[in-house]
């Protein structure tokens, strides 16, 4: 049956599986709402696992109203304020996350394993006095300015019998429990705040207009700029991501937690969108193959969001100890290009379509989807997400649109765009556009059903005299050279050409690469101009938490140390 939603949509919404909607509706209502409705209707059923041990959501709840009313009335924590977080995925995790905004504070994400100079910056600009940190990172944060600290213990959250098993003077366990059990000087424990009252029910909850989040990205600057994203926002991306896996059951699913909360993917993924369809969420501090397969062979997933990198992991070893993945119904993959090996590699094993997404922080962050149906077309990012318009313009000039199936850079719309960034006025007027139109700096191009290919960064293209150059296509022309494991290319200065394409390159495991055999190997796949310059070989890139190389990183170095690595023809006449 056609959905009569479809009539009036755009064209891509043809190509939805059917009975995902062309529009969602957002509720007058905060993202705590969420919470609240899964605990009454879960009540003592399984919200949370990690490593054994469980909460129900009555449970889950509970301690989210006891955080609350320690935030309010022993730190002072009024709406507005600012919350930082820096935890891994834990039970306490989900907690300090719904507390924060159950009074009308705004959470703000942390990788706790930033460096203290890092974090300061962050805290610099965002301000909170408030800080909920897992207690081996609380000393890195110690100099913020913090006047109260919550210090988390993950060991609190195992179940009995492994901590008791961690106490035990057996060497092997003892590293983990001394890395898991330092003292946060200074700190609150975790236990003590969450063993007090509960929140009045009549506190005054936020809005859902409110900001609820401030999260931190960084772009290809290198500028950290904290996102803010509101209660809408994030309950709209909620809503499109239910809408989407229109065939997931309500309490019915179990997703595994493999990404970190801290990043946008997880904190959408776990943290609303589970809590919205009632799931049985399996956590996972870091990803572990190991620990990942263990759970799956007493409590299998249907819901396995992960990057490309994670699903090549868990499948090859799936099929090597013959564990079954045919519960994974729901696969969706985000962060990088998802290629056709590792597309056939993971459905082999598990029970349904692996498909590619497309996000960014300041969309809460997911706009554009594969749908979960014979019309996903691997290779794209997929087509925007219900209540989601996209345009392709030139980026030179965003009023003028560009021709179907040419590159332009890509402009999105929807309730799930964020609101501008933190203390940075500038930066939001320069990516958000009038009529809430925003700018990825991604340049794409859309074919005439919707389906959306990303080319590369706006900011990370290459142009060496005159031409503009791609960096992830001569990375793919990179890797598929003999010996050639990954790669990464950049633009550095050139006194003649602007930028000249450099490139580094990872070896395969007992292979040798002579720089300039790989630079002839791509004289066969490239355009003269596109064929790097250089060729440095390095043993490893520097690399995002969800695996992605970070360019800006391999530049820098590049232009820090140029002696330091092995250059081959630097000085060749461009164009040969």
């Not at 809503?239 to 989407?244: C, E, K, R, V």
């Amino acid at each position: 049956m056609t959905d009569p939603s479809h009539d009036s949509a755009p064209a891509w919404v043809q190509q939805y599986q059917p009975g995902v909607p062309a529009t969602i509706d957002v509720p007058d209502e905060p993202l705590s709402a969420l919470l609240r409705r899964a605990s009454t209707a879960g009540g003592d059923e399984i919200a949370l696992e990690f490593f054994g041990a469980t909460t129900s959501w009555r449970e889950l709840s509970d301690q989210v109203s006891r955080l609350a009313h320690a935030l309010v009335h022993r730190f002072g924590v009024r709406p507005g304020d600012r919350v930082a977080l820096l935890l891994p995925n834990c039970p306490q995790h989900v907690v300090a996350f719904y507390a924060a905004l159950r009074v009308g504070a705004v959470v703000v994400e942390h990788n706790p394993l930033y460096t203290a100079p890092e974090l300061a910056e962050m805290f610099a600009d965002h301000g909170a006095t408030v800080a909920i940190a897992w207690d081996v990172a609380a000393p890195k944060i110690a100099g913020a300015g913090v006047e109260h600290l919550i210090a988390v213990n993950l060991l609190d959250a195992f179940p009995l019998t492994k901590r008791l098993a961690l106490a035990l003077p057996v060497p092997k366990l003892r590293a983990t429990r001394d890395r898991l059990h330092r003292a946060a000087p200074g700190g609150v424990p975790w236990r003590e705040v969450v063993s007090g009252e509960r929140l009045a029910d009549d506190h005054p909850a936020p809005t859902v207009a409110d900001l609820a989040v401030i999260q931190y990205t960084s772009g290809t600057t290198g500028r950290v700029k904290g996102a803010m994203l509101s209660h809408r926002n994030l309950y709209a991306n909620a809503l499109q991501g239910a809408a989407w896996m229109t065939d997931a059951v309500d309490g019915a699913e179990t997703i595994y937690a493999v990404l970190p909360m801290f990043h946008a993917f997880g904190m959408t993924l776990y943290l609303t969108f589970g809590v919205l369809k009632r799931a049985r969420i399996v956590l996972f501090p870091t990803f572990d193959v190991d620990q990942v397969l263990a759970v799956a062979k007493k409590r299998p997933p249907s819901v396995y969001c992960a990057v490309p990198p994670i699903y090549e992991r868990t499948a090859k070893a799936a099929a090597e100890r013959g564990i079954s993945l045919r519960s994974a119904r729901f696969c969706i993959s985000g962060a990088m290009a998802l290629t056709d090996e590792v597309v056939e590699l993971w459905e082999s094993v598990s029970g349904g379509l692996l498909v590619e997404g497309y996000g960014l922080t300041e969309c809460s962050p997911v706009a554009l989807g594969n749908p979960f149906w014979p019309t996903r077309r691997t290779g794209t990012v997929g087509v925007p997400f219900p209540s989601t318009l996209m345009r392709v313009v030139d980026p030179e000039d965003t009023s003028r649109e560009i021709a179907p199936g040419e590159t332009g850079e890509l402009l999105l719309h929807g309730p799930q765009v964020f609101g501008g960034y933190w203390n940075k006025p500038a930066d939001t007027q320069a990516t958000l556009l009038p009529g809430g139109w925003l700018r990825t700096g991604d340049l794409v191009t859309v074919d005439a059903d919707g389906f959306t290919t990303v080319v590369d960064r706006l900011k990370e293209l290459i142009i060496t005299g005159g031409f503009n150059v791609s960096p992830t296509e001569v990375e793919q022309a990179l890797r598929q050279v003999d010996g050639v494991a990954d790669a990464a290319v950049v633009g550095l200065p050139s006194s003649h050409s602007g930028e000249q394409v450099v490139a580094v390159v990872v070896p395969e495991p007992g292979a040798t690469l002579d720089p300039a055999t790989v630079r002839q190997a791509c004289r066969g796949r490239l355009a003269a101009y596109k064929v790097p310059r250089r060729v440095h070989v390095v043993d490893e890139l520097p690399k995002s938490m969800l695996g992605k190389v970070l360019r800006k990183q391999v530049r820098d170095a590049l232009l820090a140390d140029d002696a330091a690595v092995t250059v081959a023809d630097a000085d060749l006449p461009h164009g040969s």
